[in-house]
Structures are given as C-alpha cells and as structure tokens.
C-alpha cells in the first residue's frame, strides 16, 4: 500500500505537465521574446533585424513623452485606488457592523460589483458618448442651469483624467469591497466581544483589530491592483483617439507601447522596450510590496 | 465585574433617557449611511441605464434631452448598424467561440494542474506552487509584443488559436482551484477508486470533476466573462474584419461612419453589455462568492 503511494506520486508530473508546457510555450517564451526583440531594431515591415543594443532604451530614456507615461499611469493608479480602498473600507465596516444591521448587505454588494463585468472597451464608449459635446451630460448641466454653455470636455486635460480615474473607480470598488467584506467577517466575533468587554471604542477595535487582522487581503487588493494599474490601456486608449490626448494627459505607457507597435514601420524593437520597462517596474513594486508587508504581518502574529 | 454591575444598578432611570438617546444616534447614522449607499448605487446604475435607455430611443430623441423611460426605436436602431456595415450577429458568434472555448480549456487544465498539486507529493511541488503565486503577481500581458510576433512566426497570428490556447497556463484560476480543491478533497474516496481498479487520470475525471462542479462553473464564469470582455489581445492580434470579436467591434462604433446615428451606438455598447447584465443577474451568487475565495482563506 505504501510502496502504491509513493508510485502513484510520480502522476503529479503528469497532471501539471500541460501548464508547464503551454506556459513555456505562451508564456516564458514570450518574455524571452520580447526581451530580446528589446535590444533589436526589428520592424514589422523586414524579415531580418540587427543587434542594437541598448540602443531602444536610450531612445526611450531620451524620451520626454515616456516619463510622461510611466507618470500618468502611476498617477491615474493612484488617484483611483485610494477613494477605491477608502469606500470599500468604508462599506465593508457598515456591512459587517453588528450594531448598525444594515438591510441588504448581499444585494447592495451585487449592484456595486456589477461595472466590474462590464466590457471595459463598451465602457469607454459610452462615457465618450455620454460626455461629448452634444451628449447627455451637457444637456442636463444646461439645462438646468447649471452650466451657462456646454463644455467640450473632450479637449480638456483635467476633466480627461478625472474620468479616467472615475471610470477606474467605477469599475473596480465593487470588487475590492467584496474582498474586504469577506476578510472581515472571516474574523471571529469572539475577539471583538473580548474587546468591548475590554472597554475598546469602535475605532479603537478598527485600528487595532480590523485593519491588521485583513492585511493579507488588502495586500492581495494592492498587489493585483497595482499589476493591473499599470497595464491600463482600454478606458483610456478609447476615451479619446487613441493617444492619450488631450496634450498627453492620459497617454498611458501601454497605449505608448501600442503606439509604437501600429506606427507606420511597425517599430516592434521599440515597443519591446516600452513593455520590458513596464515589465520591470511592475514586478520590482509588487515584489517589493509582497515581501515589506508580508514580513511585517509574520513577526506581528 | 461589580463596578459595571452597581453603576447598571445605580444608574437604572437614567439609564432608560442613555439608551434613548443612544438609539436616536444609532439611527441617524444609519439613515445617513443608506442615504450614501443610495447615491453610491444612482452612480453605480445610471450611466449603464441611460445606455440601455438610449439603446431603444431615436437619434432625435437622444438630442432633445436625457430620459430614464425607453422608447420603441430599437428596430430602426438595429436596421442603422446593419446598413452601415456593422454585423452585429458575426462579432457576437466569434466572440462567443472565443470565450466559450477558452472557459472549457481554463477550467479543466487548471482543475488537473490544482489536482496534481493537491493530490500527489512529488519532487518540486513546493517550488512549482509557489511559482505560481508568483506569477499571479507577475505583469504576463507586457511581453504581448514577443507574444505576437511569435505567433506570427508559428502562423497562428490573426487566429483564435493565439486567444485560446494560452488558457492552458492560466497562473490564477490554478490558484484558485487549488484554494478550492484543498477544501473538498477527499483522499480516501481516491483511494477507494484505486481500489476499485481505477488509473489515476480516470479517477480525476469520473470522481473528483462531478464533485468539484460548484466550484467549476464559478471559476467557468470568470473565465467566460475575461475572455469575451478581452479587448487589448485581440486588438493585437487580429487583423481581418471578418473575425473581429465583439469588444473590437465596439470599437469601431466610436468612427465616423456612424457620427450622429447616437441611438445606433448605444445600441451596440448595449448588445455587448447584456448577455453579461443577465449572465450577472442569473449567476451573482457564484460569482459574488467566487471573487473572494481565491483571495481569502476560510
């Protein structure tokens, strides 16, 4: 019987051995790919492409309009993941407090959560068509007096990145509530009776139970959200025209990667870079963040 | 224990005016907080109400003014996208194959990989888990430039097969199976199948697949659900018209040909968001419960 075991263990390979495969076929691979394509001048017009070195990355470090990318992207992340964590937080406690008995958790959650399914690509279309200049957000602002004459939203910055940002915002706090909410009542009442027996205020009992006891989570929310924020490429990509105007203000570094790859050459060498640097920045931050705020959880416990 | 009981004793008829005031508080606080849940919920539905809205609403009528009641104009919308070349139907068909195909082959690779994982004790299974989880965090989609070119070079650029075939290796939905699998696992009932003269694949699929169900259409309908929504991939590597899926088709509504057919536009955003609106409405409970069960350990 136990000799049986120990054969049958070697059935593990056999079970795992087809995502090891597609991942080196579609996924290392790729990666390899595209680093090496980094230090070329590939173009989708030629067949051979020569070694450049670091040629591309000077470019691209010479490049104003990148900085411009890495920043907005990292800002529009930003700007939508603190009201994102903040209402969630928010909810999540309103939801989960004993005291206040809110009617309806489960179904005020599926409403929230409900933009998350949307098509990201519909999405911007419609916020396009709901905010262009005969469109309905203008109709209702003038008509009811609240604007003396319509604005062309389209062409401004600021208003721009505010909408991406809302959009962002829209999509995603449903989600990351869900997640929190499911963190908290995971959490024993025991310890918060103990607490209130212990005199604990309400915020005392959130700062010091809450907040630690939903770390892992909330390091799940930051880390996925961050990988995810710094691919944003649809919502912006298709609010505007594709290039992140007006005057660059949502111009991410995906829609500037996609640029380069749909330029008229097909410069792939140079959009490899974009990725690659994308690439590690990305990974560098979440590894960082992972292990900073996992090891502080550790010796906490 | 005595202090709080005497001051409970002492204090009994002023007691009655703290406890009145203290519920007083209490429901103040939570008409403000349905109050907030109520905008919450205006911002949540009105942009996805007004498209639905303006779906059926004339282009005429769209120009004269926001409604919140529908209109009868969804047949003329529809035969505008149709005569500008929009074919509606064609992008809903491919986009469906896509997604279809890609949920089965999401699902079962990564149900056989959690097994392996959950299963057997092999050399390695440490460090192969944890890969996993690492990957999860790990920024894939940035190498789509090698990714397409070479697909290019294997031929499958401008095919399906390049959207579907990398689901085979999808880093999440195994560490979901497996937060899933550990959970209902039973070793024994496998040891029964040996016993009963089972191979160790058969009993994969006839004992453990029929119990994990649940836990399979969850993860199906995130899959169906990334999969038809996918714009970036497909944006990338697909270039005929013809197999244009449904997001790319979206896309196309923003161009000139259809300035001014207002009520044409939101019908196809809208074609596109409903199947999922229903899908959500007819599975919320999984999906709502499945979001967080990669996330959380219960």
Known sequence: ?301 | MTEQQKTLETALPTDVHFKKNYLLRLNITRALIYIFLAILLVITIIPVWILLVNATRSTVEIQQGISLLPSRYLLSNYGILLSKGLDLPLGFTNSLIIALSTTVITVYFSMLTAYGIVVYNFKGKKFFYNSIILLVMIPMQLSIIGFYQWMSKLGLDDNYLSLILPSIASAGSVFFCKQYLDSIVIHDLIDAGRIDGASELGIFHRIMLPIATPGMFTLGIFAFVASWNNFFNAFILITTRDKYTLPMLVQTLRGDVYRHEYGAIYLGLAASLVPIIIIYFLFSRYIVNGISMGAVKE
């Open chain 1, 1 to 301: 019987m136990f000799s049986a075991k120990i054969v049958k263990n070697y059935y593990g390979y056999l079970f795992i051995a087809p995502f090891i495969i597609g991942f080196l076929i579609f996924g290392l691979y790729p990666v390899y790919n595209t680093l090496s394509l980094s230090f070329t001048d590939a173009t989708l017009m030629r067949a051979t492409s020569k070694f450049v070195g670091l040629q591309n990355f000077q470019r691209l470090f010479a490049d104003s309009t990148f900085f411009t990318a890495v920043r907005n992207t990292w800002a529009l992340w930003l700007m939508n993941f603190i009201p994102q964590i903040g209402i969630a937080l928010l909810l999540s406690v309103w939801f989960t407090n004993t005291q206040l008995k809110i009617k309806g958790g489960g179904l005020w959650r599926m409403m929230f959560y409900m933009p998350n399914l949307m098509m990201q690509s519909a999405v911007a279309a419609l916020f396009f068509s709901l905010f262009s200049f005969y469109g309905p957000v203008n109709q209702f602002l003038v008509r009811a007096d609240f604007l003396p004459e319509a604005i062309d939203y389209i062409r401004s910055p600021a208003v721009m990145r505010g909408l991406v940002v809302f959009i962002q915002w829209w999509l995603w706090f449903g989600q990351t509530t869900i997640l929190l909410m499911a963190a908290m009542t995971s959490i024993s009442v025991a310890i918060y009776e103990a607490a209130t027996v212990d005199g604990a205020s309400t915020f005392q009992m959130f700062r010091f139970i809450t907040l630690p006891l939903i770390k892992p989570v909330m390091l799940y929310v930051l880390v996925t959200s961050l990988v995810g924020g710094m691919q944003l490429f649809d919502i912006p990509f298709l609010l505007t025209d594709g290039r992140g105007s007006p005057a660059n203000s949502i111009l991410t570094s995906n829609i500037m990667m996609y640029m380069r790859f749909r330029s008229s050459q097909g410069h792939i060498g140079a959009a490899s870079s974009v990725g690659v640097m994308v690439f590690i920045m990305t990974t560098f931050v979440a590894l960082l963040l992972f292990y900073a705020l996992r090891d502080k959880h550790e010796h906490a416990s």
